[in-house]
Nanobody, 123 residues
Framework: QVQLVESGGGLVQAGGSLRVSCAAS????????MGWYRQAPGKQRELVAA???????NYADSVKGRFTISRDNAQNMVFLQMSSLKPADTAVYYC?????????????????WGQGTQVTVSS
């Protein structure tokens, strides 16, 4: 089992920056990839960014050039640095972990989820 706890959400003005963090614990040796999903009201959950244990990354087109995913293996943390935020980025952001060896761009197969953290971007 893997436990994931997000932190760092909040309210920010459009054009601003915010970093959300995810702390992983438990059977972390089994994790192959970590991802950040988001879900806005009335919309489907979407994969925003993912990173593998090898450091390969993938981003949704809507956030390329603005968001950066990174991981600190020593502290079992994954981060999502968000810049040039837009009101359209408003959503609950979820950290997810995948144990299966799948392509980094594949937005499926995640086994474990955090509780989510709210990010609100005001115009």
């Amino acid at each position: 089992q893997v436990q994931l706890v997000e932190s760092g959400g909040g309210l920010v003005q459009a054009g601003g920056s915010l970093r959300v963090s995810c702390a992983a614990s438990g059977s972390i040796f089994s994790i192959n990839a970590m991802g950040w999903y988001r879900q806005a009201p009335g919309k489907q959950r979407e994969l925003v960014a993912a990173i593998t244990s090898n450091g390969d990354t993938n981003y949704a087109d809507s956030v390329k050039g603005r968001f950066t995913i990174s991981r600190d293996n020593a502290q079992n943390m994954v981060f999502l640095q968000m810049s040039s935020l837009k009101p359209a980025d408003t959503a609950v952001y979820y950290c997810a972990a995948r144990t299966r060896l799948l392509p980094v761009a594949l937005p499926a197969g995640y086994d474990y989820w955090g509780q989510g953290t709210q990010v609100t971007v005001s115009s």
